[in-house]
Structures are given as C-alpha cells and as structure tokens.
C-alpha cells in the first residue's frame, strides 16, 4: 500500500513538473543558421503543435509550418518551430509568427562570423516524435554566456502559489464554516466514518484493505 | 475565432471564481463579526449584531474589490497580447 501512495503521487509529480517544464518559456542562447517553411501532416504528435495562423482556416488536415534553424555554442543542432498561439493554449496570445520569422531572418549569421541570439521558447525537441519548441521571442545579445534571469517564470510560479494557498484557505474557511458544523450535528456517526475514511486516499486505502486476505 | 472562444470561456470561468470568492470573503467577514461579539460586545442581540454588520459589509469597499476578478485577468491578457507580439 506504501508503494502504491508514493507511486501514484511521482506520477502526479511527474506530470505537473511535465506540465510546466513544457509550457513555461524557455531561453536558448543560439546562432541561426536557416529558416523555412515546410508542410507537415500532423499525426500522432499532433498534440505537440499549435494553431494555424490566427484568423486563417485551422480545420485543414495539414498546413505550412514555419522553422528557424539554429546551432548552440557547443555545436549542437536546435530546430524551433514558429507557430501562433491565438486565444488557445498554452497562453501567449502569439500572433506575430511571420514578423519573428522576418526577425529570425535578418539575425542569420555564418560560423565565422556568429551572431548570438537569445529565442525565448516554450515546448520539447524531439526526435522520436519529430516535435520540436515553438519560439516565442528572438533578441540579439553580446555572447553566448550572458545570463538570463527567468523573471517570467518567477512571477507566474509565484502567483500560482499564492492562488493555491488562497484556494487552500478558502476551502478550509468553507469547510470549518459549513462542513464541521453539518457533521458535529451528525455526532458519533461522523466520528467513526471519519476515523475509518479521512478524505478521498482514506477511502480508496479503505476500499483496498477490503481485498487484503485476513490474516 | 479563437478570441470569441476564450472571453466567453473565461467569463465563465471568472464567474464562478467571483462568486466563491464573495462566499468566502462574507463567511471572513461573518466569522469576525461572531467572535467580536463574543470577545467584546456581549450585549444586547448577537445575530442583530451580525445581521448589522454585514450590512455594511455590503457597502464596503473590499466587498466592491471583488470585481478585480474580472478585471485583473482581462488587464494581463491585453498586456500579454502586447507584449508578445507589439513590443
């Protein structure tokens, strides 16, 4: 039953942090190589794209999708994909696909010659599923070691927190005002129902000892 | 489209968060009105006391500040809006 609780609650660890690893933006210290246009059948991954160009059809069964090519300073390869956003999610409200494509197009620089750009992105490269992180910014910096503080992330994480912790009081203020008293009245029922099952895990445990053979 | 989508979506859900939030903010605010009573006042009629005071709570301005529910997510989407791509 240990193994059960901890497994269940990694997973949802697990897949909260997926969550926000994906869609929190991201910057890549990076040199552009390339941008293209090439048309994609969305398939199994098609969860991993975003939307056409807003205002356009977004119902067709595949369309062009703009990629800016672009090396790390170690000489890694990075393809971005440069999609609108619109009104959906994950919620940057991009729409200006085809001006970051003009500006990626005019921050291309030659191996000789680098110029270092920093493309703020949100998403996952890869290979296995042909995904790739959609870029949300482009701006050139000095060299490829300047620091980027993520103030973005900090705000958005800190306003989560501070909405999970007022969600917590408002139901613990809904509960002690509106709950306890209905169960105080209940009187030595609740006492026992609530010993046996505390919340939803102690109902599932319950549920689960019920099928435990007797010793 | 898109945009038709998440106002109405988002009004929704707006609403609902106004309205638990009204709940809660009266239930404070009941909740303190009780333990003045019983810590301060001690006379006369307790739930007249209480009755009174949310009276006024319905006048107050934290109760009028709950409408920032709707205000505040509307202000960041149209900053968002401009940011990301006119800025």
């Known amino acids: 039953m240990h193994y059960v609780k901890w497994t269940f609650r990694m997973l949802l660890v697990t897949f909260v942090f997926s969550i926000f690893h994906y869609t929190l933006v991201q910057h890549d210290i990076v040199r552009v190589t390339n941008t293209e246009v090439r048309r994609i059948d969305f398939g199994q991954n098609s969860i991993f794209w975003a939307s056409a160009d807003t205002g356009s059809d977004g119902t067709t069964a595949n369309r062009d999708v703009r990629f800016i090519e672009a090396f790390y300073y170690t000489g890694k390869p990075m393809v971005y994909r440069n999609e609108d956003t619109g009104f959906g999610w994950p919620p940057y409200f991009k729409l200006d696909s085809s001006n970051l494509q003009a500006e990626a197009r005019d921050l291309v620089s030659s191996k000789d010659a680098p110029g270092w750009v920093s493309i703020s992105h949100y998403g996952w490269r890869n290979e296995f599923l042909s995904i790739y992180p959609n870029a949300v910014g482009i701006k050139a910096v000095s060299g490829p070691d300047v620091r980027i503080i993520p103030w973005v992330n900090i705000v958005i994480l800190l306003t989560l927190t501070i909405l999970i912790l007022m969600f917590r009081r408002m139901w613990l203020q809904f509960r002690e005002r509106s709950i306890d008293p209905v169960l105080e009245d209940v009187g030595e029922a609740s006492d026992v129902a609530r010993s046996h099952a505390t919340g939803l895990w102690g109902r599932v445990t319950g549920w689960l000892g019920t099928w435990r053979s007797k010793p | ?87």
């Open chain 2, 1 to 87: 489209m898109g945009i038709i989508r998440l106002g109405v979506f988002g009004f929704l859900a707006l609403a609902v968060i106004f309205v638990l939030v009204s709940i809660y903010s009266r239930s404070v605010q009941r909740e303190k009105l009780e333990d003045v009573w019983d810590e301060e006042v001690k006379t006369g009629d307790r739930d007249a006391y209480i009755e009174d005071g949310l009276r006024d709570y319905e006048g107050s301005l934290r109760k009028k500040l709950i409408w920032l529910v709707f205000v505040i997510p509307t202000v960041v989407v149209a900053g968002l809006v401009y940011v990301t791509n006119f800025w």
